[in-house]
């Protein structure tokens, strides 16, 4: 199996910044993409950020220009770095992953999600 553990989210004044962290691990032979998906309360959840295996990134538009989504491959990381935070931001945020697990010499294809960390925005 394959599990994703965030970290990172908390509450922070609006213009401030928090950076969340997501490290996979278990039977993992290759990450394809790496995601953070939102969810505010009554809302559903939605994509904020994607990053390709490659380095390739893909964005919300209520997101461009102040959120940033990098990964350490080595690592198997993804990172959300947000600046400028506003309330409308305040959400809990999933990391998704998506690859082959390696189960023994075994290989099957699988996703994964974190169990959420919470971000609030507010005065």
């Known amino acids: 199996q394959v599990q994703l553990v965030e970290s990172g989210g908390g509450l922070v004044q609006p213009g401030g910044s928090l950076r969340l962290s997501c490290a996979a691990s278990g039977s993992i032979f290759s990450i394809y993409t790496m995601n953070w998906y939102r969810q505010a309360p009554g809302k559903q959840r939605e994509l904020v950020a994607a990053i390709t295996s490659g380095g390739s990134t893909n964005y919300a538009d209520s997101v461009k220009g102040r959120f940033t989504i990098s990964r350490d491959n080595a690592k198997s990381t993804v990172y959300l770095q947000m600046n400028s935070l506003k309330p409308e931001d305040t959400a809990v945020y999933y990391c998704?992953?998506?690859?082959?697990?390696?189960?023994?010499?075994?290989?099957?294809?699988?996703?994964?999600w974190g169990q959420g960390t919470q971000v609030t925005v507010s005065s």
């Open positions: 998704y992953a998506d690859g082959r697990a390696d189960y023994g010499g075994s290989y099957h294809e699988y996703d994964a």
